[in-house]
């Protein structure tokens, strides 16, 4: 069970050091265009790309420009345009936290994504990564996915990127 208490250091100074449920926390503090931007974060729009799964706001130059890179290894293109470094998802203000506070956001999301690209893509095997060693640099811990082998991608693929219902 996570302790909320631990990754979020002022809900046990509520109430007068009483302390107050994530829930109800949520109910004082949370904003309805935090919770918009956070949920595209965590159960995020994918496309199909030439065969290619990726963010549905992925940039086709930036695309076409890895391919180039890394010889047409579509799983490296993946990798590396889908990932998010955890760190990075937050303003500098919020630049000092917690290893124990990274893992859980990033297992989380690794979790969220992994649902979400089983259930847009059923038929494809794809691993949505993190990593479970201790890193010194809180900034290399990274979420990304992958297709776990590339197969030639067919025609409808490889015309204009498409994104599955959400």
């Known amino acids: 069970m996570t302790d909320f208490a631990k990754l979020i250091p002022e809900l046990p100074k509520w109430n007068h050091g009483k302390g107050i449920e994530v829930s109800e926390w ?27 799964v990726m963010f549905a706001s992925f940039d086709i130059d930036c695309y076409n420009t890895w391919m180039k890179h890394t010889s047409d290894d579509r799983r490296a293109v993946e990798a590396v345009m889908n990932h998010r470094h955890i760190v990075d998802l937050f303003s500098e203000e919020e630049s000092v936290v917690g290893r ?11 979790d969220m994504w992994s649902c979400k690209l089983k259930r847009d ?12 060693e201790h890193y010194e640099d809180l900034t290399d811990y990274e979420v990304t996915f992958f297709h776990n082998e590339h197969k030639k991608p067919n025609k409808s693929e490889m015309a204009t990127p498409r994104k599955p219902s959400e």
């Open 121 to 132: 893509f059923p038929d494809r095997q794809i691993t949505v990564s993190f990593p479970s």
């Open 26 to 52: 949520i109910y004082c503090m949370g904003r309805f265009d935090h919770a918009v931007a956070y949920a595209d974060l965590f159960w995020p729009a994918f496309t199909i790309h030439d065969g290619c």
């Open 100 to 110: 124990e506070l990274v893992m859980h956001l990033g297992r989380t999301i690794q």
